[in-house]
Each structure stands twice: as C-alpha cells, then as structure tokens.
T-cell receptor, first 111, second 114 residues
Framework: QKEVEQNSGPLSVPEGAIASLNCTYS??????FFWYRQYSGKSPELIMS????GDKEDGRFTAQLNKASQYVSLLIRDSQPSDSATYLC???????????FGTGTKLQVIP | KAGVTQTPRYLIKTRGQQVTLSCSPI?????VSWYQQTPGQGLQFLFE???????NKGNFPGRFSGRQFSNSRSEMNVSTLELGDSALYLC?????????????FGPGTRLLVL
C-alpha cells in the first residue's frame, strides 16, 4: 500500500467550477500536510499547508484535514485555466523534513 | 529573498559515469532535502541534511550520496550512473526549526543518462 495516495486523473472541470482534489495517507502519526502545484516542466510550488483537523482557507483554495479518516483534500473555487497543473499531496511522515509525496492529480480546467 | 538555486540545470552523462549536483538554499534555511522525480515513480525522497548532518534517508542505493557545507549549501553525488537514474532532481530548503515545516523547491536539475 502506498503511503500517500491520490487519484492520478485527469480531473476535468469547467472554468468557474469547484475542483476537488483528494488524498489519503497511511501513517497515523503524520502531523503536517501540504499541497503543492506543479506545472509541466517546472518544480513544485507550495499552495497550502495544514496541521490541524478542519478547514483552512487561502483565497480560492481551501484545504481540509480529517486525521481520523486519514484524509486531506484541496478545494479550488472559481477554477481558472491557469489552475491547470498537477497537484501533489505531501505528508510529513514522522522525521523532521522527511516528506512523502503522492503521485499527483492532474487537473484540467476547460475554458 | 533569493529562492533555492540548483546547478547545473541540465546534464547529460553516460552509464558508469558519476555526477555531482549542487543546491543553494534560501538564505537562513538550514535544512536541505533532495528528491528524485520520474514520470513513473513521482517525487521520491532521497535524503535530508541539517547542520552538515544527514538526518533522514530514503530508500535509495548507496550510489546516491550527499553532503552539506557549513553555509548550508548541499551537494548530491550519484556514482556509477544507470539509465534509470535519468530524472529531475529537486532540492528543497526549509528553516527546519520544527518538525514538518514547509519546504521550498529549487528549479531542479534534469539529468539524462545515455
């Protein structure tokens, strides 16, 4: 079983819709959770970090964490074509900066 | 503040050779982590250095090694290159004051092994 699992997609949503990206993780002691966006040919850039159960909002992005269900999600409201990228879920799996990444979900926002 | 820098950006080597990649973290960041990214395996953790010491290590063979200097700059070395080592190598830096802090990635070094 992979430590961090994401649906590879592609997830296609129309412009202006809400995109919902999901991630599950296996290590119950995980404490820190991150969402990165990666455009083709570029390096990952941080969108959100979340450490506590519940929702965390930043502009059009909302991260949701449920440690009991070992589930973290990212909602993108009012999706724009510029949001088309691969979204990586990352989990700190116990050792300082030892971070495990999911394989990413490719998002396509259709104009 | 300048971001994470990596050199070189592109590299072509042949099987059996060795390669050294360099990473300069964001000023003030003391932790440097290295990752390998391939289309099939995604981003995989190689190792993390803090204050010139390797703190964490991923599941890679001993051909992959690294070090960190007193100014927090880090190098990664791959010896006896194999075709499967072709990948994008990313380094990421963080303040590393606590556990699980945000990492900021450099642009990567794309390595092609022929």
């Amino acid at each position: 079983q992979k430590e961090v699992e994401q649906n590879s997609g592609p997830l296609s949503v129309p412009e202006g819709a809400i995109a919902s990206l999901n991630c599950t993780y296996s290590d119950r002691v995980s404490q820190s959770f991150f969402w990165y966006r990666q455009y083709s040919g570029k390096s990952p850039e941080l969108i959100m970090s979340i450490y506590s159960n519940g929702d965390k909002e930043d502009g059009r992005f909302t991260a949701q964490l449920n440690k009991a269900s070992q589930y973290v999600s990212l909602l993108i409201r009012d999706s724009q074509p510029s949001d088309s990228a691969t979204y990586l879920c990352a989990v700190n799996s116990g050792g300082y900066q030892k971070v495990t990444f999911g394989t990413g979900t490719k998002l396509q926002v259709i104009p | 503040k300048a971001g994470v820098t990596q050199t070189p950006r592109y590299l072509i080597k042949t099987r059996g050779q060795q390669v050294t990649l360099s990473c300069s973290p964001i000023s003030g960041h003391r932790s440097v982590s290295w990752y390998q990214q391939t289309p099939g395996q995604g981003l995989q953790f190689l190792f993390e250095y803090f204050s010139e010491t390797q703190r964490n290590k991923g599941n890679f063979p001993g051909r992959f090694s690294g070090r960190q200097f007193s100014n927090s700059r880090s190098e990664m070395n791959v010896s006896t290159l194999e075709l499967g080592d072709s990948a994008l190598y990313l380094c990421a830096s963080s303040l590393a004051v606590g556990v699980g802090e945000t990492q900021y990635f450099g642009p990567g070094t794309r390595l092609l092994v022929l």
